[in-house]
């Protein structure tokens, strides 16, 4: 299982996440996405610096990020110790759009997909809630406005590519009084997976890794089902 951590970095819920899959039997690899730890060196919230640039580069961070998770595929494809015919990815959060554009191109080379608070499209994420405010302002401050962030993300627009993954096994988690990414955000990102397998906990987007023990149960189900 590869493991795409969420905007404040891989922190104690996906490492807690990754231990529990990791003791149920599964091969667990989360790697650092770009700008975060020492591919970066801002700290937790390195991508504030990266949004104070200009609203393509939140773009490139993307795209950076689902290619460097496609050849993390590739790494573990290489490894005699995995079975090559179930290597599959979960996201957290900002992880499941990068997991979707990791899929994208390729659907198939991941054997199932699980997102846990995922929601989309991103530019409403960053812009309207209040974890994006200082991705707003930033905006704000470079002369951008939604329609140019909007604009600029386009060609990372998760629910244009969502549609692709309808075929492949899909599993969703979400939180219905998350203000994050709201219930509107994650029924969109249902509605453009085919309505997959989805389960909802009464708590809030941070609330949730307080679930962390029976959401990875809910993982390790369906990861383990035939």
Known sequence: ??????????????????????????????????????????????????????PEDIRLFYLQAAGDTRRARQVLLSMEEIDTRRVMVAGISMGCAVAILAGAPEPKAFERYAFVLGGGPVEDILWFSTLGKPWKAAMERSGADFKAVQTALEPVNILRYAPRLADRRVFMVNARGDVTVPERLSENLHVALDRPTQKWYDTTHYGMMFEILPVSQDLISFFRAR
């Open 1 to 54: 299982v590869i493991l795409l951590h969420t905007f404040s970095g891989p922190g104690i819920p996906e490492h807690t996440l990754a231990h529990l899959l990791a003791n149920a039997g599964f091969a667990v690899f989360m790697p650092q996405m770009p700008h975060y730890g020492m591919r970066g060196g801002g700290g937790l919230w390195a991508p504030l610096t990266l949004a104070s640039q200009k």
